[in-house]
Nanobody
Framework: QVQLVESGGGLVQAGGSLRLSCAASGRIFRINVMGWYRQAPGKQRELVATITGENNSNYADSVRGRFTISRDNAKNTVYLQMNSLKPEDTAVYYC??????????????WGQGTQVTVSS
């Protein structure tokens, strides 16, 4: 089994910054794509950013230029640096990872979510 644990959420004023972290642990052989998604109240969960094992990244149009995704493969950790935050960025942010475990089985895992609130 694999666990994803997020940290770094909180309350920040518009224009401020936050950095989210997500550490994967468990029976990991290799982590493929890692990503961040978010879900605001009354809305569907949406993609924020993804990053491959080769550090190729992809962003939602709404965050491109303001957010940066990165990963530390040695630590099985993915980060999301969020700058110039806007009230519309308020949501629960979820970490996601596609993992090959030591039995060569691939599964997608989700973290428990971390709340980000941006005040105007």
């Amino acid at each position: 089994q694999v666990q994803l644990v997020e940290s770094g959420g909180g309350l920040v004023q518009a224009g401020g910054s936050l950095r989210l972290s997500c550490a994967a642990s468990g029976r990991i052989f290799r982590i493929n794509v890692m990503g961040w998604y978010r879900q605001a109240p009354g809305k569907q969960r949406e993609l924020v950013a993804t990053i491959t094992g080769e550090n190729n990244s992809n962003y939602a149009d709404s965050v491109r230029g303001r957010f940066t995704i990165s990963r530390d493969n040695a630590k099985n950790t993915v980060y999301l640096q969020m700058n110039s935050l806007k009230p519309e960025d308020t949501a629960v942010y979820y970490c996601n990872a596609n993992v090959w475990d030591i039995a060569a089985i691939s599964n997608t895992y989700w973290g428990q979510g971390t709340q980000v609130t941006v005040s105007s």
